[in-house]
Structure formats: C-alpha cells, structure tokens
C-alpha cells in the first residue's frame, strides 16, 4: 500500500516560514515527480512548486523565489520551505506524488492536506 504523509504547516506571522514535508512510502519502484498544490475555499487547486525525480523544479508565478523545493531521494521525500509568507499563501496544501509502481504503471496518489495560515 502507498502512502503519501504530509507534515509541518500550521499558523505564521506576515513575513514568517514554515517549512512542509512530502514522504511517499510503500512497496515502489520509485516517485517521479512530487508537486505541491494549494487551494483555497471555492478555488481550484493551483501549481505551488514541484520536483521531478532529476532535480528540476517548477515553481507557481506568484511564489517569486520565496520558497524552495527540495528532495532526499533515498527516502522518497519533497520539503516544501516557504518563506516570507504572506496572508495570500494562506490555503491547504497538498502534495500529489507520482508513484512508479513495480508494474512500472504511474498512478497518483495525494496526502492528506495540511492548512497553512498567515495572519497580518
């Protein structure tokens, strides 16, 4: 069984940093891409960053260098730094991971979602 664990978030002052972890677990051939999203209420979900397994990453238009993707690939994990938050970034985030399975099929698989709130 995959699981897909986020952790970290939690509530920040404007300009504060929280820092979010992906690990992506279970009986894998690999992870090809792990992506953050964020949504707020009524919105669709939109890009935050991701990483693909080669270490090249995306980053959504309004984050303009203030967070940071990064992985342990041994450990099939992405960390999320985000700093300078703003009260905009306040949402859920969640990450998706591109799973390789021992079949070699790719199928997503989501975490839980984590909220992140940026008082001014």
């Known amino acids: 069984q995959v699981q897909v664990v986020q952790s970290g978030g939690g509530s920040v002052q404007t300009g504060g940093s929280l820092r979010l972890s992906c690990a992506v677990s279970?009986?894998?051939?690999?992870?090809?891409?792990i992506t953050w999203y964020r949504q707020t209420p009524g919105n669709e979900r939109e890009l935050v960053a991701r990483?693909?397994?080669?270490?090249?990453?995306e980053y959504g238009d309004f984050v303009k260098g203030r967070f940071t993707i990064s992985t342990i690939d041994d450990e099939n994990t992405a960390y999320l730094q985000m700093n300078y938050l703003k009260p905009e970034d306040t949402a859920v985030y969640y990450c998706?991971?591109?799973?390789?399975?021992?079949?070699?099929?790719?199928?997503?698989?989501w975490g839980q979602g984590t909220q992140v709130t940026v008082s001014s």
């Open positions: 998706k991971g591109d799973v390789v399975t021992t079949n070699y099929d790719e199928i997503r698989y």
């Open positions: 990483v693909s397994s080669g270490g090249y990453t």
């Open positions: 279970g009986h894998i051939f690999g992870v090809n891409d």
